[in-house]
């Protein structure tokens, strides 16, 4: 079974609708677990103190952030390649949810970062692409709403997005190509000498989890909206001719 069959509008309302409580379930115990653990079942750090525990939230956050915006770059890939409307739907529906992220890891890096740092922004080549990525956001999700035509949209979208990826790389790998800036290394890593200590990896792969499950969650529910949105303007216009 090819599953190109659920690029049709119909196919993917039907399965998404039977995925999405799923999804919301296994949302609400990766994420009630996951916090529940790592703000009150975790010890301080001896350096950091309870100022560590940010990372519950912040971590995850950035990987959405940037993995949200790598979903859309596919997503308009098939767009172009194959014109299925539902993918450049998923990627326009993913913007909004890819910036709230970004957002969020961008306050809560402030938040952490101060006390540590001194100051709470610093210009760090991590968090320049960050910010700049978040402008990304700002200006894919103001293009599909600044063009009426929904093809020419979704194409001009598309390419932005093509652009915009290089940031999100760059957010991902700039702490391994400016090894100056002030921003640590990663958290997690293949590498077991750069993962965090092992009281607090636990709690944060079930946040990670539950960050992942809350994006595809909200991608699935704000795509079926544009879905509808689509087949309601498409009855107007209908209505309109007639």
Same mark, same amino acid.
């Given at each position: 079974?090819?599953?190109? #069959?659920?690029?049709?509008?119909? /196919?993917? $309302? ?30 301080? +750090?001896? =350096? =950091? ?22 979903? $859309?770059?596919?997503?308009? @890939?098939? %767009?172009? *390649? #194959? ?17 709230? $992220?970004?957002?969020?890891?961008? !306050?809560?890096?402030? *938040?952490?970062?101060?006390? $540590? %740092? ?5 210009? +760090?080549?991590?968090l320049t692409s960050f910010f700049i990525l978040f402008l990304f956001y700002l200006g894919y999700i103001a293009l599909w709403e600044a063009i009426d035509e929904p093809d020419k949209a ?29 921003? =640590?290394?990663?958290?997690?890593? !293949?590498?077991? /000498?750069?993962?965090? +200590? ?5 709690? !944060? ?12 969650? @909200?991608?699935?529910? #704000? ?17 309109? #001719?007639?």
């Open positions: 079974m090819s599953l190109w #069959r659920y690029a049709n509008p119909s /196919e993917f $309302m039907r399965l998404s609708g039977a995925v999405m409580p799923w999804c919301w379930a296994l949302t609400g115990l990766t994420l009630g677990v996951g916090l529940v653990w790592g703000f009150f079942l975790t010890p301080d +750090d001896y =350096q =950091q103190g309870a100022t560590v525990k940010v990372l519950f939230i912040h971590v995850p956050a950035a990987l959405i952030a940037i993995n949200a915006w790598l979903m $859309m770059l596919v997503a308009s @890939l098939i %767009w172009f *390649i #194959r014109r299925h409307h539902v993918s450049a739907l998923a990627a326009r529906a993913a913007g909004p949810v890819g910036a709230t $992220m970004t957002v969020v890891a961008l !306050l809560t890096g402030a *938040i952490w970062g101060e006390p $540590m %740092w001194g100051t709470w922004w610093a210009w +760090d080549p991590r979704a194409d001009l979208a598309a390419v932005l997005c093509m652009v915009g990826s290089v940031f999100a790389l760059l957010s991902r790998y700039a702490v391994f190509f400016w090894s100056q800036g002030l921003h =640590q290394g990663p958290s997690l890593s !293949l590498d077991s /000498e750069t993962n965090v +200590d092992n009281a607090f990896y636990p709690p !944060l792969l079930l946040c990670i989890a539950g960050f992942v499950f809350l994006f595809v969650s @909200l991608v699935l529910l #704000r795509t079926r909206t544009e879905i509808r949105a689509r087949r309601l303007r498409a009855l107007r216009e209908a209505a309109a #001719r007639g």
